[in-house]
């Protein structure tokens, strides 16, 4: 099993940044995408962006301020967030689809606990 566990969120006001980190602690075989998405109350999840051999992916509302990226080397993805705004006020959750072992072609989905981003207006 592998939690990921992920870092930066909190309470900001509008038109601030934020930038989220999330690592996936271990080795494995291959690394497929990673991402992040969130979960406002009341809402579904929803993907906000994702990264995979480096294309980009990200929810229309938050194209143009919002940028993810990764570090391969330390299993990490970023999530810089610019001019936020009061709809960005969510839980947001690490993802990524991974190959833990060479032997076995199989790969699986992991989750991180959240992250809080509050935005004030």
């Known amino acids: 099993q592998v939690q990921l566990v992920e870092s930066g969120g909190g309470l900001v006001q509008a038109g601030e940044s934020l930038r989220l980190s999330c690592v996936a602690p271990?080795?494995?075989?291959?690394?497929?995408?990673m991402g992040w998405y969130r979960q406002a109350p009341g809402k579904q999840r929803e993907m906000v962006a994702t990264i995979t051999s480096g294309v980009t992916n990200y929810v229309d509302s938050v194209k143009g301020r919002f940028t993810i990226s990764r570090d391969n080397a330390k299993n990490m993805v970023y999530l810089q967030m610019n001019s936020l705004k009061p709809e960005d006020t969510a839980l947001y959750y690490c993802?990524?689809?991974?190959?833990?072992?060479?032997?076995?072609?199989?790969?699986?989905?992991?989750w991180g606990q959240g992250t809080q981003v509050t935005v004030s207006s």
């Open positions: 271990g080795r494995f075989y291959r690394i497929n995408a």
């Open positions: 993802n990524t689809n991974l190959r833990p072992y060479s032997y076995s072609g199989t790969y699986y989905d992991y």
